[in-house]
RNA sequence: GGGAGCAUAGCUCAGUUGGUUCAGAGCGUCUGCCUUACAAGCAGAGGGUCGGGGGUUCGACUCCCUCUGCUCCCACCA
């Protein structure tokens, strides 16, 4: 078959893909062998395919596909997250851009364009997936809001409040304007923010309500919130505030009095060392308030605007309220100094508006024992992270965490399954059915029309952390004591995880702690964090820098192959991968070496007569040790999950050892055809590469594995068996690589002196030259070998030791004795100082009796070799008469 | 504010219990080549006081201290 001079991914990819699903290639089912699992992080259900997710899923892939050519049962699960506050919003937006506001929807309403938008954006992500060949089982697609997945949510739910672990309760919490609902700890991100530091005079009351021209300073970020001061604050032990003791002072502008209070959590020496008591609109004043029972006054909406308590600027929203005050308080001589200040803001992960403390009635899940078993599992090593590095991380996490608010004030996701009776009494069950049934042992009277749920729906973590679990058997989470369906006691616990440190509380810990309660196991062995994909520059990609290449287009451009390579090249497990194009364009090279390589043996023809020839032969015997070396190399590798070292010794390997130098060596003369035992030995040792580069780079090597010999329809690469590192001979290895060093000693004389590559060289080496390897070096360098003891001759000649051999290649008229002469002598001081060095250590005594015998023998080794050396340069040094 | 990590060639990174002739790889760069698979290629070459300083050791890229620079995580000083 005649084969293009390029690689075409656009032709392969598609054919190969189809043809893999339609074989169900993918799709696993519990059989006697040993499983091999993977859950996929599920994206966003209407995200579209991102760098990092490339990254993700070509590591996950390349995982999955060595798995199963291992001849393990290999099950990679695939699926969505509803992503509650991400979609939601999203489909908030677009309402909006139709003129739509949520607030006149009703939830149902609301509900059935979510689920439209779902069902329209639903499938890109995974159609993306395909793209890059990924090798998912499809057939066990799961969706976190698929009605059983649902169902093994509310039943957790369930089971955790009757368990005693799930508690509601008014706290005050991260609360997002934008988003409208409360955030978790993990969702609020900190970031150094520049603002400005307000001195406010608060004038002292007279007791009747009337301002004294006496007044104290206090500094704050946020004069908005004034009005819902409570108190002042000072350090008991803070002398110059003593005169301040059971006074009451006057906020400004609303003339409200307030007392000053005494708690030793002021700091004396921060800011002017009097602290505003704002209970409803920060954590501290919280406790403040309630250590001296101060009244809670909310004066931010839900929308992050003042409301009617604050009498003034009613309506404004904070900021502008804030720009506001500051001009009000000028005029009305409040204001003392505004200094410019840098303090650590929290924004909402998802839609980055400044988060708003805000007490308000939340569901929590307590952490304490959940998080002890799950620290844990990572501590005694039953669940690995890779790299090791982020175990500090993670016990600091696990020691420090707190309860998890799991209420968002949201409509798409699993509604919460309590139930309020009208007396505020609240029953918690899986439906409405059972939910009436708890209410009547409450009241009897109670009707099913009483009862309203919960509006709130849970954390979309609240459902992937079953993930593992309930996408093989949704019984199971919420029902410990259930009998495993037969999948999930074959599947679980998985093997290995991919996915990205930033999600590691998120997700990853949550997911240990469900599986310890569920199934009283981890959910998976191993954690493989990837770093953060970032562009060349280091930014982190984003749609805003415009930074972030589109996977797609450069699948179209490239191929996946290249793309994926591209990736792996430069990714090291929890190193931030800096992307660029360039590697992309090296996987594609990458692909046309291989392509080109099987172009040249495909087009050999076998001459049944031929002999194999000297160079071939001994060409065949090195790769077979060579590739048993490599293939060991790689082994180590997979198994410390060095992918991208596993990935480059095999690059090396098949672009260096087996292009380079193979090929090149069992190439029959032009016009001959080549003998049959080096061409089979060759199509041999070709297979095995494209088993090794296939979990890497599935598609092109399907493509050259069908065409090198007939294969049966339903036959594939990806089933076939990975080759064994069998026993090498480490010598023959060793040999080969001295006549490699001799060759390119040989080439570099060739250019340095203008010689054509067609001129026969004569060549004389010297003692301990493999001679076995004398065909390679005549081959490739298109040499006439001698032998010399000393590897000198008479008279013009350039030399060059290769390992501790000698060897020159004669060239009358060409040599500049001159030059060779003082570059002999250069080397022969090299060598000198070498061996002096060597000596010194051999002589002292604490080295000898110090080090580990093998250590001082290999330094024995050094100074024998060094000493041949010398006597070589010497003999050649002779040959001009020095 | 607390904690963790990183710093090796122009770039991205290996260097796995301190010891092989160990200072490496890939890419890029330079030089010469359209040599009958591949110019998306072939052949060759150059390039680093392993961030600075100190210490431990017979021996340090590797261990300890310190300084500098960067990154990340956690955190309620208004």
């Not at 840098?342 to 708003?356: C, F």
């Not at 259930?482 to 990205?500: F, K």
């Not at 287009?553 to 497990?573: N, P, T």
């Not at 110090?850 to 040094?877: F, H």
């Amino acid at each position: 078959m005649e084969l293009s001079a390029k690689y075409n991914p656009a032709e392969t990819e598609d054919k190969w893909y189809a043809y893999w699903l339609e074989h169900k290639f993918f799709h696993s089912e519990p059989d006697s062998r040993e499983p091999y699992t993977v859950v996929i992080p599920p994206p966003n259900v209407t995200g579209i395919l991102h760098m990092g997710h490339v990254l993700n899923n070509t590591l996950n892939d390349v995982l999955v596909r060595k798995a199963r050519m291992d001849g393990k049962n290999a099950c990679w699960v695939p699926g969505t997250d509803h992503a509650s506050i991400a979609t939601e919003s999203k489909v908030v937006a677009k309402l909006k851009a139709e003129g739509i506001e949520k607030e006149s929807l009703t939830r149902e309403e609301f509900l059935a364009h979510a689920w439209e938008w779902k069902e329209k954006h639903g499938g890109i992500i995974l159609n993306q997936l395909r793209k890059l060949g990924a090798s998912c089982d499809w057939d066990r697609t799961r969706f976190t809001m698929d009605p059983d997945l649902s169902e093994a949510v509310i039943n957790t739910f369930v089971y955790f409040y009757e368990k005693g672990y799930i508690y509601r309760g008014v706290r005050m919490v991260n609360w997002d304007p934008v988003g409208l609902t409360a955030v978790s700890d993990e969702e609020v991100i900190h970031r150094d923010t520049t603002s400005k530091f307000y001195h406010l005079r608060y004038f002292i009351s007279d007791g009747n309500g009337n301002p004294t021209d006496k007044y104290l300073v206090i500094a704050t970020t946020r004069p908005e919130t004034i009005m819902a001061d409570a108190a002042i604050c000072i350090n008991p032990a803070d002398e110059r505030y003593h005169w301040l003791k059971g006074k009451k002072v006057l906020i400004p502008l609303i003339n409200k009095e307030i007392p000053v209070i005494e708690d030793s959590y002021v700091e004396m020496d921060f800011g002017t060392g009097c602290l505003k008591v704002t209970p409803a609109h920060d954590v501290n004043d919280y406790e403040i308030g309630i250590r001296h029972n101060l009244p809670v006054i909310d004066i931010i909406d839900n929308h992050g605007r003042l409301n009617e308590k604050a009498q003034i600027l009613v309506g404004e929203d904070r900021f502008e309220a804030r720009r506001k005050i500051e001009q009000m308080l000028q005029e009305s001589g409040n204001l003392e100094k505004v200094e410019a200040y840098t303090s650590p803001v929290g924004y909402s992960e998802r839609t980055n508006a400044v988060i708003e403390p805000k007490l308000s009635m939340q569901w929590f899940l307590k952490m304490e024992d959940l998080a002890k078993d799950a620290l844990e599992s990572v501590e005694s090593g039953k669940v690995k992270l890779i790299p090791d590095k982020y175990r500090n991380t993670y016990r600091h996490w696990m020691e420090n965490v707190r309860d998890w608010c799991i209420s968002r004030q949201l409509w798409w996701g699993q509604q919460i399954p309590a139930y309020y009776l009208p007396d505020g009494k609240v029953v918690v069950a899986p439906n409405a059915q059972k939910a009436l049934e708890k209410a009547l042992e409450i009241n009897p009277s109670v009707k099913a029309e009483d009862l309203r749920q919960d509006p709130d729906v849970l954390d979309t973590w609240f459902s992937s952390w079953l993930w593992p679990i309930s996408v093989f058997d949704t019984n199971k989470a919420g029902h410990p004591d259930a009998e495993p369906n037969r999948d999930l006691a074959y599947y679980y616990p998985t093997n290995d995880l991919v996915t990205g440190p930033d999600i590691l509380f998120f997700w990853v810990a949550r997911m240990i702690m469900a599986g310890n309660e569920f199934m009283n196991d981890v959910p998976f062995r191993n954690v493989y964090l990837t770093g953060i994909v970032r562009d060349k520059l280091g930014r982190k990609m984003s749609k805003t820098l415009g930074n972030s290449p589109d996977p797609l287009k450069l699948i179209e451009q490239y191929g996946a192959d290249g793309v994926r390579l591209g990736m792996l090249l430069c990714s090291s497990a929890g190193n931030d991968i800096l992307f660029d194009e360039s590697q992309v364009e090296q996987g594609r090279n990458f692909c046309n070496k291989i392509w080109n390589a099987y172009r040249l043996v495909n087009g050999w023809n076998t001459d049944e007569s031929a002999k194999q020839s000297e160079a071939a032969a001994v060409a065949v015997q090195w790769f077979g040790n060579k590739l048993n070396a490599v293939l060991e190399t790689v082994e180590d590798h997979y198994s410390k999950f060095r992918l991208s070292d596993a990935l480059m010794t095999i690059y090396k390997f098949f672009w260096d050892d087996f292009c380079a130098w193979y090929l090149e060596l069992v190439k029959p003369a032009y016009g001959c055809g080549i003998d049959p035992v080096t061409y089979d030995a060759t199509l041999k040792f070709f297979d095995a590469l494209l088993k090794m580069i296939h979990p890497f780079m599935p598609f092109i090597t399907e493509e050259l594995w069908q065409n090198m010999a007939p294969r049966k329809e339903g036959e594939t690469i990806m089933l076939q068996r990975m080759p064994l590192a069998g026993t090498y001979d480490a010598k023959v290895i060793a040999d080969f690589e001295m006549a490699c060093g001799a060759v390119v000693a040989i080439r570099g004389i060739r250019q340095q002196k203008g010689l054509s590559p067609k001129e026969t060289l004569d060549v004389v080496y010297g003692q301990g030259f493999p001679e076995g390897m004398l065909p390679v070096v005549v081959k490739l360098a298109n040499v006439k070998p001698q032998f010399n003891a000393a590897g000198t001759v008479e008279g013009s000649a350039v030399s060059f030791m290769v390992g501790t051999v000698k060897m020159s290649v004669p060239l009358t008229g060409l040599v500049d004795e001159q030059e060779e002469i003082a570059k002999l002598e250069a080397e022969l001081k090299h060598q000198e100082e070498f061996l002096a060095a060597v000596r010194r250590k051999l002589s002292n005594e604490k080295f000898v009796s110090g080090a580990p015998e093998k250590v001082v023998a290999m330094e024995r080794k050094k100074e024998a070799d060094s000493l041949s050396k010398i006597e070589s340069i010497q003999a050649a040094l002779a040959s001009y008469g020095k």
